[in-house]
């Protein structure tokens, strides 16, 4: 009996490790999973349990090797940010895949993804990562300024020469470094103590901190060690295939109320829902934690001296739009992060006019954009905005 129980305990421990590699079970499923697949191992007669555990795990890897030779989660993928999102155990959130480089044609941006009344626009993009898993095209390349932020300094949507970084690099001559990934806004910071720490960065970061999705609580949830052995598991192209089969059903099964359209004199303008409600809210009360999070950045680690506020697309173009387009305040929030300034040691720098003043120019120059139609995130235009501030501001000129 004592064998049979062991080779219950060994098989459990197999087949929920297996089960994991597939990347779309919980840990909690997991977890059933193994308790459920010992208890019935320990009563199957002879070795059935072995060899019925074994063919299990035999078939995984023969679908995994598969499916990695043939390039099918790089080929399914959305985006380059959804194919290389990759667990990282140590500091329990997702950065990118370290050293890579991938080439693909993103069909279209988010919001054309999730409704189809919105035209795709394809773009060709190259996304380069370095040895932290961040898109850097010239690695950990002794910095003058640090940029921590989400996807507006990841460059969603974007190739490589179109970041804030490269653009900073190729056109001013200043060696920024991106610390920008698809988590929030305490997860980028804490990455960023992480690396300056570990690897001895300057102590010069600026924060990007957006409008639409930045000011909301962090989050809470706890990721116990068999939470991240599950999660980190799962970084191989089985599991990323399946989560973006599973994505993109979500994405496919949205409701279209969660897209808002606008023309702009010919065109038209997919907005966000959820961005409009934001740019549209008259209060805003923050998390104490936020103010927290900026104070121990500046205050305590002297790492954030400047913080940047990003627009939503809305902010930035209602004047432009046609249609029944709502009276835009001000943002309580960008006033809330003005309020701090009081009590800490950082600044804060607002992009929107400089963003609203380029997209007026190129609109009425060329009938071009600095917002992707179909996307939440600026096209190369409105990065190009960005990264001439942040040259402003470590010029002194601000």
Request: aromatic share 10%; proline share 4%.
């Amino acid at each position: 009996m004592l064998k049979q129980v062991l080779i219950g305990v060994v098989c459990a421990v197999v087949f929920s490790a297996t089960l994991a590699v597939y990347g779309i079970f919980d840990v909690h499923i997991i977890a059933y999973a193994l308790a459920i697949w010992a208890v019935a191992c320990i009563f199957m007669r002879g070795n059935n349990a072995l060899y019925i555990t074994g063919a299990f795990a035999l078939a995984t890897f023969v679908v995994w090797g598969g499916v990695t030779v043939s390039g099918l989660a790089e080929k399914n993928a959305a985006t380059p940010e959804q194919y290389l999102a990759e667990y990282n155990p140590s500091l329990a959130f997702y950065t990118f895949a370290p050293d890579r480089q991938v080439q693909m044609e993103q069909n279209a941006g988010l919001l054309a993804r999730v409704d189809p009344r919105v035209a795709p626009v394809a773009r060709e993009i190259v996304f380069v990562t370095d040895k932290n898993g961040l898109r850097n095209s010239n690695g950990v390349n002794n910095p003058d300024v640090l940029l921590i932020g989400g996807g507006f300094v990841v460059g969603n949507g974007n190739t490589q020469s179109s970041l804030i970084s490269d653009i900073l690099q190729q056109d001013y001559n200043v060696a920024a470094y991106n610390i920008g990934t698809p988590g929030s806004l305490d997860e980028q910071a804490l990455l960023a103590l992480t690396l300056v720490k570990e690897q001895g960065l300057v102590k010069n970061g600026i924060l990007f901190v957006f409008e639409g999705e930045d000011f909301k609580p962090f989050s809470s949830e706890v990721h116990y060690p068999l939470k991240r052995l599950t999660k980190y598991l799962s970084n191989n192209d089985l599991g990323r295939l399946l989560r973006e089969y599973r994505d993109g059903f979500l994405a496919n099964s949205a409701d279209q109320s969660g897209v808002v359209i606008f023309p702009i004199g010919a065109r038209s303008m997919a907005f966000s829902e959820a961005y409009v409600t934001e740019t549209l809210a008259t209060t805003y009360k923050a998390d104490p934690k936020f103010e927290e999070l900026l104070g121990s950045l500046s205050d305590n680690a002297g790492l954030v001296n400047t913080v940047v506020f990003v627009p939503t697309k809305l902010r930035v173009y209602a004047n432009l739009l046609g249609g029944d387009v709502p009276q835009i305040p001000e943002s309580p929030k960008l006033a809330a992060l003005r309020a701090m300034t009081e009590n800490h040691s950082f600044k804060v720098y607002d992009l929107t006019p400089h963003l609203q003043a380029k997209a007026i120019v190129e609109w009425g120059r060329r009938k071009e954009l600095i917002w992707w139609t179909d996307d939440v995130y600026w096209n190369e235009s409105g990065a190009n905005v960005a990264a001439e501030l942040v040259n402003e501001l470590l010029k002194g000129n601000m």
